[in-house]
């Protein structure tokens, strides 16, 4: 029997409930299923596979985060996603990678050590009346800010108090979250699993469910398959899952808002066939490969 860590974190340790069809479908095919408190384990050889999933505490111990998943790399276990892709696709400066590999990306300004000088001089480059600034190592819309560029001097402050001296990203304010909403398409393998859509509650610009946002299962057209897929054929780095968050901007055109390929909610509750092609596809690349 095949024995496969679920990387969580300490309030997780149980994970969430939308990992329960995966967990289940994994347990009957008979593999061993263990959650594992990322940050409290030592011994990784115990295990034949190593899959990360609500580690949603690691951008607070991100340098430990990196150490950990070195380690597992290390030892005899196996990755999922690989070491390669977690720590390049942990940091938000991806973006300003795949923007140069053609993907069509909500533009991206970076600065590093954010001070108020740094911050002035991008907001000249703005092109938009609201902007969102949000840390380069981050998840789940904490520290996300949006703001007219026109910041007061108390917006300034509030600004370099939440995130003065840390790598920051801004970027203009994409209008139809607002109106329309963001889309999250799963991929398994490479191949298309589902979509849902995600929109913000009134008098909010974040979609995440922590903040009231709701989500829905989404139908995708053909086309918008095939724009999706277009990112995903661009990334540089191998990844057996990801979750690829496009919105759709005043030209209608879909652009990348991030991938996640290192702990995304893949929202296995909201399609029923979703753990299965995750279990499938997992056979195929790592037990049955010839």
């Known amino acids: 029997m095949k024995k496969i860590a679920f990387l969580t974190s300490k309030i997780l340790r149980n994970l969430i409930p939308?990992?329960?069809?995966?967990?289940?479908?994994?347990?009957?095919?008979?593999?061993?299923?263990?959650?594992?408190?990322?940050?409290?384990?030592?011994?990784?050889?115990?295990?034949?596979?190593?899959?990360?999933?609500?580690?949603?505490?690691?951008?607070?111990?991100?340098?430990?985060?990196?150490?950990?998943?070195?380690?597992?790399?290390?030892?005899?276990?196996?990755?999922?996603?690989?070491?390669?892709?977690?720590?390049?696709?942990?940091?938000?400066?991806?973006?300003?990678?795949?923007?140069?590999?053609?993907?069509?990306?909500?533009?991206?300004?970076?600065?590093?050590?954010?001070?108020?000088?740094?911050?002035?001089?991008?907001?000249?480059?703005?092109?938009?009346?609201?902007?969102?600034?949000k840390p380069t190592v981050g998840a789940g819309g904490q520290d996300t800010f949006r703001m007219k560029t026109t910041l007061t001097t108390e917006e300034q402050e509030m600004l370099l108090k939440a995130l003065g001296g840390r790598d920051v990203l801004i970027q203009p304010f994409i209008q139809s979250i607002l109106t329309e909403g963001e889309y999250s398409y799963v991929f398994v393998n490479k191949k298309f699993s589902h979509a849902i859509l995600k929109t913000a509650k009134a008098g909010e610009f974040r979609i995440h469910e922590e903040f009231g946002g709701r989500v829905d299962s989404y139908r995708p057209t053909h086309q918008e398959i095939e724009e999706v897929t277009s990112i995903l054929n661009k990334i540089p780095y191998p990844m057996f899952y990801c979750r690829i968050d496009v919105a759709r901007n005043e030209k209608g055109k879909l652009v990348l808002m991030e991938l996640e390929a290192v702990e995304p909610q893949l929202f296995f509750t909201w399609s029923s066939n979703s753990a299965n092609l995750f279990v499938d596809e997992f056979q195929k690349s790592y037990i049955y490969k010839k």
Do not use: C
């Open 18 to 133: 939308d990992e329960q069809p995966l967990v289940q479908e994994f347990l009957s095919r008979r593999y061993s299923i263990e959650p594992i408190i990322w940050d409290q384990h030592k011994n990784w050889n115990e295990f034949d596979f190593v899959i990360v999933r609500n580690t949603w505490d690691y951008i607070d111990k991100y340098d430990l985060f990196l150490q950990v998943l070195k380690e597992i790399k290390a030892s005899s276990a196996k990755l999922i996603n690989p070491y390669e892709t977690l720590v390049w696709n942990s940091n938000k400066t991806y973006l300003e990678e795949l923007t140069l590999k053609g993907v069509p990306v909500v533009t991206s300004f970076q600065i590093k050590q954010l001070n108020l000088e740094r911050l002035q001089e991008i907001l000249m480059m703005v092109k938009t009346e609201d902007f969102v600034i």
